[in-house]
Nanobody
Framework: QVQLVESGGGLVQAGGSLRLSCAAS????????MGWFRQAPGQEREFVAS????????YYADSVKGRFTISRNNVEDTVYLEMNRLKPEDTAVYYC?????????????????????WGQGTQVTVSS
């Protein structure tokens, strides 16, 4: 089993920055994919960013490309999401996800169904 715990959420003004962290524990040695998803009130969960074990395969949602950066520290079993130039529409609960399986095509890592482990979420609120 793998446990994921997110931190770093909070309230920030539009244009500001936040850095989310997701610490993994348990059987972390075999984690391949890690990703971030978000869910705003009344909306479905959506993909934000994903990375493979090495960081050589990284994907971003178009809505965050150029503003958010995902990174991974395999020594500390932690994945980060650096969020810059935040907008009110970025307001959501952000969830960390992980999975041991290597997808046949890493574009599949943009799908929530590719992840078997999820964190409890951290709230990000961006005021206008």
């Amino acid at each position: 089993q793998v446990q994921l715990v997110e931190s770093g959420g909070g309230l920030v003004q539009a244009g500001g920055s936040l850095r989310l962290s997701c610490a993994a524990s348990g059987r972390t040695f075999s984690i391949y994919s890690m990703g971030w998803f978000r869910q705003a009130p009344g909306q479905e969960r959506e993909f934000v960013a994903s990375t493979d074990w090495s960081g050589s395969n990284v994907y971003y949602a178009d809505s965050v490309k150029g503003r958010f950066t995902i990174s991974r520290n395999n020594v500390e079993d932690t994945v980060y999401l650096e969020m810059n130039r935040l907008k009110p529409e970025d307001t959501a609960v952000y969830y960390c996800a992980a999975d041991r399986r290597r997808p046949p095509d890493f574009t599949l890592a943009t799908l929530g169904s590719s992840y078997g482990y999820w964190g409890q979420g951290t709230q990000v609120t961006v005021s206008s």
